[in-house]
């Protein structure tokens, strides 16, 4: 597989801005320079894996990729030849876009699904490289170059070999073997269940055949039994039948006669008469009730009238003469406007005092002393007519004593006029109770005229005295119409008795009809009834019965071939259990490892060699036990310099860079180092690494990022800074 990477573009990428930043690969050594947080690993190392794998180095989430000042608009183009033939990647967020030009045409090739599309990536054009391996192939970081595998234990080498050599995947073979064995034991054990489900239900369904066969026996039995009842219930019903007819011969006579005694009564009438007696009753009542209660009414009325007069006759008296009303109400407003102008001049020689007090204040000791300025001032507030003092203590004092006692007499006239309105007002209101009261005792006497009937004119008291006399022959009326009634009410009772009993012998006529075609006739059709259903049961338990020996067919066709299934899971298992053993034995990997040990050992020996000048080889045996000597005796690596020891680690990463590119067979024309020459590392060993790229740069683009730059031979050098808070990248 040849890879070779041309060109990569960035835009909005991590701290590369809106416009597109390039870089071209070509075969040499560029160094790429700048201080930290200037974008020199995002360019190109988190560029690519963006662009091949949709994806972070470290899994950063993708968002976060995108330049946090743009916010959207992410950008990576990489264009590269995959066994010669020409791609170009296009991959975007925000929107989220992925193009694949094949071939130099102008056109993407069709997209199915993001993930499809990820996956031509890695099989078609990387032929399988997925993200952890591109890493391990094509890049040195700073981190992975400070694992010693020197200070490591023999397990944590073999770890540290098996990820290098991806023999991790057996060790998930084995867990999945586990996982698929454990999946066939429960396959296994749900199969055993059925079997054991299936053989119960089926013992199940050959009881339900027997049981079935006997169920069937039994309601042919019955059916036969019924039929010969059915045949007795006909033959009992003709015989019944004879004997009702007789029954009613006899009740039918019984029944005519009772019909001619109903005719004799004329129930209507009797109906009649008592609603004209009731009514008759009704009104007596009525008038009784009337002529009562305008008695009571006239009583009452006149002793309230009687009450009202004297009451009348007594707030006439309270009341004022108009002449005295008159001149209460002209002396009010008279020393109500003598108070007003009493409170007027009060306010308006006080106000003046004041005024002329607070210009005197204002001008301050100027006045002093100066009796015609200040009676200037007075004349000017118009106060030369008083005196302060007498104004103070004599002239207001009087006139506040005046307006006091004008105002008492303003309050005494007030309720002298008060008390005459509400003796007015009651007295007009009684004069109208007086009148209305009068109305309705003329009103009272007119009842008693006209509805208790008395022609007389007479005083009340003789009226109420008549109706008296007249109430008595009422009562008496009424207590007749209660007795014709009472005779009505009997009748009517002896009529409705009678109805009674035609109705009870009607219902026995019915009755016996209807015991007579109805209760055989009944048991007959329930004989029937039960007979089909019988017959419909006997259908109904024999297609059961097939149903169930269908069943049992099935089941024992199920029991065969779930015995077919346990032993074909019988045979997986063992598969599975021969699969286990060898893989938990770890043969697999031991091979590998043993296979791939020499040439290994032989590849980190020429590195040594390179490093070292000659001085210094490596051995490691199957127990992952690693020696190293020095001019052929055996050396401590804690005897080792700094530097050193920095050496023969960087020997090793270069050694399983060169291995997996050979055991992956791959040319590739990049490889990324990041600040790998900013670690602890002398100026010897600086100095052999940097010969050692030299001689490799001829077939690959060597990117070495580094805070160091002095002494370092290069072909390019970049210096990757930040403008306006982008990144931007120059060739110096």
């Known amino acids: 597989m040849n890879l070779e990477f041309l060109s990569i573009k960035v835009k909005n990428f991590r701290s590369y801005g809106n416009q597109f930043t390039e870089y071209n690969f070509y075969n040499g050594l560029d160094l790429i320079t700048g201080t930290n947080g200037n974008g020199k690993t995002s360019l190109l190392l988190h560029g690519i894996i963006f662009n091949l794998f949709g994806d972070g180095v470290n899994g950063e989430k993708i968002n976060d990729l995108i330049n946090n000042v743009n916010k959207k608009d992410m950008v990576v183009e990489l ?62 970081q700073a981190n992975n170059a400070d694992i010693s595998i020197f200070r490591m234990n023999a397990g944590e080498r073999r770890k540290l070999l098996e990820n290098l050599f991806d023999l991790t995947i057996y060790t998930e073979m084995k867990q999945r073997n586990s996982d698929e064995m454990s999946e066939l034991e429960i396959d296994k054990l749900n199969i055993n269940k059925n079997i054991i489900n299936s053989s119960t ?98 009583t009452k009325y006149a002793k309230d009238l009687k009450e009202d007069t004297v009451k009348l006759k007594e707030i006439q008296l309270k009341l004022l003469s108009l002449d005295k009303l008159e001149l209460n109400k002209k002396n009010k407003i008279l020393f109500e406007e003598n108070i ?58 009087r006139l506040l004593k005046e307006i006091i006692e004008k ?6 006239i007030e309720k002298l006029i008060n008390e005459h309105n509400i003796n007015n007002n009651s007295f007009k209101m009684l004069e109208k109770s007086i009148a209305k009261l009068s109305k309705d005792i003329m009103d009272s006497i007119k009842i008693l005229t006209n509805v208790g009937n008395i022609k007389k004119k007479i005083n009340i008291s003789n009226y109420i005295e008549t109706w008296i006399n007249k109430k008595e022959n009422y009562n008496k009326n009424i207590l007749d119409l209660e007795k014709d009634i009472f005779k009505i009410d ?22 016996k009809n209807k015991v007579n075609s109805d209760n055989i006739t009944r048991d007959i059709e329930i004989i029937i009834k039960g007979n089909e259903k ?17 069943k049992i067919t099935k089941i024992k066709n199920d029991l065969k071939k779930d015995d077919i299934k346990v032993k074909k899971l019988d045979e997986d298992i063992k598969i599975k259990e021969e699969l286990s053993k ?3 034995e770890e043969k697999i990997k031991f091979y590998i490892i043993k296979q791939s040990f020499p040439i290994l050992k032989k590849e980190f020996n020429k590195i040594l060699k390179r490093f070292f000048y000659g001085e210094m080889r490596v051995s490691i045996d199957n127990n992952f036990d690693i020696e190293v000597f020095r001019n052929g005796e055996l050396q401590n690596f804690d005897s080792f310099s700094e530097g050193e020891k920095k050496r023969l680690d960087l020997g090793f990463v270069f050694t399983v860079h060169e291995f997996l590119s050979q055991k992956n067979q791959l040319s590739v024309n990049l490889l990324i180092m990041d600040e790998l020459l900013d670690s602890a590392l002398d100026s010897a060993g600086t100095e052999t690494i940097l010969e050692y790229l030299n001689e490799i ?36």
Request: aromatic share 6%.
């Open 340 to 397: 007003k102008i009493a409170r007027n001049e009060i306010s308006s020689i006080d106000t003046k005092f004041k005024m002329e007090k607070e210009f005197l204040l204002n001008i301050g000791e100027c006045a002093q002393g100066n009796k015609e300025f200040l009676d200037c001032v007075k004349k000017k507030f118009g106060n030369e007519k008083f005196d302060q003092d007498k104004w103070k203590k004599d002239i207001k004092p």
């Open 582 to 584: 060898f893989l938990k």
């Open 534 to 550: 019988t017959k419909i049961d006997i259908e109904i338990n024999k297609k059961e019965l097939i149903e169930s020996k269908k």
């Open 697 to 732: 740069k001829l077939t690959r683009n060597i990117v070495l990022v580094t805070h160091r730059a002095e002494n370092i031979e290069h072909d390019r050098r970049f210096i990757i800074s930040k403008d306006r808070k982008f990144s931007i990248i120059e060739e110096v």
């Open 407 to 412: 105002e008492i007499s303003v309050k005494s």
């Open 201 to 298: 239900n089926l013992n199940t369904q050959i009881n339900n055949v027997t049981s079935t066969d006997k169920f069937i026996d039994s309601l042919t039995t019955r059916l036969t039994n019924d039929i010969k009842v059915l045949k007795l219930k006909e033959n009992e019903k003709k015989e019944f039948d004879t004997k009702v007819v007789k029954e009613l011969e006899k009740l039918s006579k019984d029944l005519s006669l009772l019909i001619n005694n109903k005719i004799k009564i004329n129930f209507v009438i009797l109906k009649k008469n008592k609603e004209q007696f009731k009514k008759q009753k009704d009104e007596i009542n009525k008038i009784i009730l009337t002529v009562d209660s305008a008695v009571d009414n006239i």
């Open 79 to 140: 264009e590269l030849l995959a066994n010669d033939v020409p791609y170009k990647i296009v991959r975007s967020r925000k929107p989220n876009k992925l193009e694949i030009f094949e071939d130099d045409s102008i056109t993407p090739k069709p997209s199915i699904s993001s993930k499809i599309d990820d996956n031509y990536i890695i099989d078609t054009i990387l032929g399988g490289i997925d993200k952890n391996t591109f890493l391990k192939l094509f890049t040195i």
């Open 490 to 511: 009997i009748d009517i009772e002896n009529y409705n008795s009678l109805l009674k009993d035609i109705k009870i012998l009607e219902t026995t006529i019915n009755d």
